[in-house]
């Protein structure tokens, strides 16, 4: 079973006296394979330990969403409009705020 790597990846298998067996994705399989590089690196987010291995694992994250933006011809600036958009008319994450019911007078 293969994943999404990173470009030089090959390459350091390679230096290693390893060989590769490497293909190019298509359109469709790399959008998909992208969506779960994200979920797996958000997943290595959530176990992260450290600091130093939390902002290891936000980069990678980062790097899957500039590349997600680039195959839709976007860019990390795009993404950085879009959130600050959202901010202004939703808010941020800063009150840590978590909503039990959109409705206080609901019942279970």
Not at 14 to 23: D, M
Not at 79 to 102: D, Q, V, Y
């Amino acid at each position: 079973m293969g994943k999404l790597v990173r470009d030089k990846i090959p390459d350091l298998i390679t230096a290693s006296g390893r060989t590769p067996k490497v293909r190019v994705l298509e359109d469709d399989a790399y959008r998909v394979a992208l969506c779960d590089k994200l979920d797996e690196e958000a997943a290595e987010v959530r176990a992260a330990a450290s600091t130093a291995g939390l902002l290891e694992e936000l980069a990678d994250v980062l790097e899957v969403l500039t590349a997600l933006a680039e195959h839709h011809d976007a860019c990390l600036a795009d993404i950085i409009t879009w959130a600050a958009s959202k901010r202004a008319t939703r808010g941020g994450f800063t009150r840590r705020l978590w909503l039990e019911a959109p409705d206080a007078n609901a019942t279970a």
